[in-house]
């Protein structure tokens, strides 16, 4: 019991903030490439609470509990067409959520290493080291689970901003099955031995191996 506890205390708030950190970046480069769509609902904001979806949250953290990381916030609205560059905004949006995450691992990092030189016996009795660490997992994962070009993940909204604009609208009509495709990469690998698991060797590994570079 006092590991499911401790392990709770260690996820949620790590879950809390690579949300925010993702659903603020996007709303505020869509502010600042013309669109203060976000900002007029209040997404310009490090309040969790203005970004969470408790379904999501859920899941998120159930997923997180078995290794990974997987779920979804309150979507941040925007209106492209009202930005000074409709592509590099759909594209600088897309990307801002991933990059985030990123930046905010990577300063985890930083704030890891600086803690074990200065305070080294405060960074192990209090488990500072377990609770960075949970929180640099977790940032990685939403940065390159989001990086997947499949609808309505990030990683698709750059895929469009990059192709021709008759391209752009064919790709994106992929994103009617794109829940489905993502749910099949899933659950399939935990059911079939056949199934390759590709969001292990595209999500976990790339995760792991920074992970390690970050805190070693």
Same mark, same amino acid.
């Given at each position: ?11 949620? $708030? ?25 900002? *007029?609902?209040? *997404? ?9 979806? $408790? ?42 959520? $991933? +990059? ?16 074990? +030189? ?47 604009? +008759?391209? +752009?609208?064919? #790709?994106?009509?992929?994103? *009617? #099955? ?17 199934? $390759? ?20």
């Amino acid at each position: 019991m006092e590991d499911t506890i401790t392990k709770f205390l260690l996820l949620a $708030p790590a879950i809390l903030l690579a949300i925010t950190m993702h659903e603020f970046a996007h709303a505020l480069v869509a502010w600042r490439m013309g669109d203060d769509t976000a900002r *007029r609902l209040g *997404r310009v904001s490090l309040n969790p609470l203005r970004h969470l979806d $408790p379904m999501g949250t859920a899941v998120f953290l159930i997923t997180a509990w078995m290794g990974m990381g997987f779920g979804w916030a309150k979507p941040v609205p925007f209106n492209y067409l009202r930005m000074k560059n409709v592509r590099l905004g759909f594209i600088a949006v897309s990307a801002a959520g $991933p +990059a985030a995450n990123l930046l905010t691992a990577l300063a985890l990092g930083v704030i890891f290493h600086v803690l074990q +030189a200065l305070m080294p016996q405060f960074f192990i009795e209090f488990n500072i080291y377990k609770f960075l660490a949970a929180m640099v997992w977790i940032n990685l994962v939403l940065c390159f689970f989001n990086l997947l070009p499949l609808p309505p993940l990030d990683g698709s909204g750059i895929v469009t901003g990059l192709l021709p604009p +008759a391209l +752009a609208r064919e #790709y994106q009509r992929v994103g *009617r #099955y794109g829940i489905f495709i993502l749910l099949a990469l899933i659950v399939l690998p935990s059911l079939t031995s056949q199934a $390759p698991d590709i969001l292990d060797a595209i999500v976990r590994q790339p995760a792991q191996g920074l992970f390690n570079f970050l805190l070693r």
